[in-house]
C-alpha cells in the first residue's frame, strides 16, 4: 500500500506560468515532509521541506503548502524556468521512524 | 566537499557473480542509506546507518544483499550471488541528522544479465 502517492507522472508547464506539484499521503502520524529534485543520471537533490506545525513553507521561487486535514501536500514553482524539468519526489517521515516514506515521482516537463 | 561519492557509476554483471557497491559519505554526517530505484517501486530504502551502526535493514530484499559501514568514511552494499531483477539505479545518501535534507550521490546504475 502506497502511503505516499504522486498520482501525476508527469506534467507540462510553460516557461513562466506556475508549476503546481501535488503529494498525498494515507498515514496521520507523518509529521515531516520533504521534496526533492532529480535530474537524469544523478542522485535527487534537497529542495524544501515542511513540519507539520506549519501549512507554509517558501523559498524564492518554490512553496510548499500543507494542508493536514486533507493529507495533502503541494509545491508551486513560480515562475517555472526550463531548468526547473526534472523529476520531483515527494517524501514523508514521522511516527518516531526516521525512514523516509518515497512517492514514485512527477516529471515536470517546462516548455519554452 | 566532494558530496557523497559512489562507485562505479555503471556495473554490469553476470547473474551469479558478487556485486559490491560503494560509497563515501560528507565526512560528518552521521547518517547513511542506501536506497534502490526501479521503474515499478521508485526510490526503496534498503538500510540505513547512524554512527556506523545498522539501524534498519528491514528493507533488504533477501539474504543476498549485505551492507557494511566499517569507519565513518566509507560504507559497501554487496549482492550476492546477483539476479537480473537486481538491476535497478543504487544510491547512497548521507545526512547530518535525522531531520535533515539528504544529500544523495550520484548513483550506481547496475546491470545484470
Known amino acids: 500500500d502506497q502511503q505516499v502517492k504522486q498520482n501525476s507522472p508527469s506534467l ?16 496521520s502520524m507523518f509529521d515531516y515532509f520533504l521534496w526533492y529534485k532529480k535530474y537524469p543520471a544523478e542522485g535527487p537533490t534537497f529542495l524544501i521541506s515542511i513540519s507539520s506545525i506549519k501549512d507554509k513553507n517558501e523559498d524564492g521561487r518554490f512553496t510548499v503548502f500543507l494542508n493536514k486535514s486533507a493529507k495533502h501536500l503541494s509545491l508551486h ?10 523529476v520531483y519526489f515527494c517524501a514523508a517521515s514521522g511516527d518516531s521512524n526516521y525512514q523516509l516514506i518515497w512517492g514514485a515521482g512527477t516529471k515536470l516537463i517546462i516548455k519554452p | 566537499d566532494a558530496g ?3 562507485s ?10 558478487e556485486v559490491t557497491l560503494r560509497c563515501k559519505p560528507i ?5 547513511l542509506f542506501w536506497y534502490r530505484q526501479t521503474m515499478m ?3 526503496e530504502l534498503l538500510i540505513y546507518f547512524n554512527n556506523n551502526v545498522p539501524i534498519d535493514d528491514s528493507g533488504m530484499p533477501e539474504d543476498r544483499f549485505s551492507a557494511k559501514m566499517p569507519n565513518a568514511s566509507f560504507s559497501t552494499l554487496k549482492i ?8 535497478a539505479v543504487y544510491f547512497c545518501a548521507s ?3 535525522p531531520m535533515g535534507g539528504y544529500t544523495f550521490g550520484s548513483g550506481t546504475r547496475l546491470t545484470v544479465v
Open chain 2, 95 to 97: 545526512s547530518p541528522g
Open chain 2, 8 to 17: 562505479p557509476r555503471h556495473e554490469v554483471t553476470e547473474m551469479g557473480q
Open chain 2, 4 to 6: 557523497v561519492i559512489q
Open chain 2, 27 to 31: 565526512s560528518g554526517h552521521d547518517y
Open chain 2, 41 to 43: 517501486r521508485g526510490l
Open chain 2, 80 to 87: 550476492q550471488p546477483s539476479e537480473p531483477r537486481d538491476s
Open chain 1, 12 to 27: 507540462s508547464v510553460q516557461e513562466g506560468r506556475i508549476s503546481i506539484l501535488n503529494c498525498d499521503y494515507t498515514n
Open chain 1, 77 to 86: 514553482i513560480v515562475p517555472s524556468q526550463p531548468g526547473d524539468s526534472a
